[in-house]
Nanobody
Framework: QVQLVESGGGLVQPGGSLRLSCVAS????????MAWYRQAPGKQRDIVAT???????TYSDSVKGRFTISRGNNKNTAYLQMNSLQPEDTAVYYC??????WGQGTQVTVSS
């Protein structure tokens, strides 16, 4: 079992930046991929970015060039640096591990 806790969400103006953090606990030695998802009101949860244990990253087209996923040196943390935020980025952001575990989410609101 893996437990995930996200932090770093909040209210930001369009064009601003936020950095989300995710801390994993439990069977962290089993984690081979971590990811960030988001779910806007009335929409399905979509994957935003992934990072594999070897360092390979992938991004959805909607955030490519603006968001950066990374992992901490101890490998039980993941980050999502979000730049040039737009109102359409407003959503609850979830951290995931191994496509099987998810945290409770953190709200990101982009509004003037």
């Amino acid at each position: 079992q893996v437990q995930l806790v996200e932090s770093g969400g909040g209210l930001v103006q369009p064009g601003g930046s936020l950095r989300l953090s995710c801390v994993a606990s439990g069977s962290i030695f089993s984690i081979y991929v971590m990811a960030w998802y988001r779910q806007a009101p009335g929409k399905q949860r979509d994957i935003v970015a992934t990072i594999y244990s070897g360092g390979t990253t992938t991004y959805s087209d909607s955030v490519k060039g603006r968001f950066t996923i990374s992992r901490g040196n101890n490998k039980n943390t993941a980050y999502l640096q979000m730049n040039s935020l737009q109102p359409e980025d407003t959503a609850v952001y979830y951290c995931g591990a191994n496509y099987a575990y998810w945290g409770q989410g953190t709200q990101v609101t982009v509004s003037s």
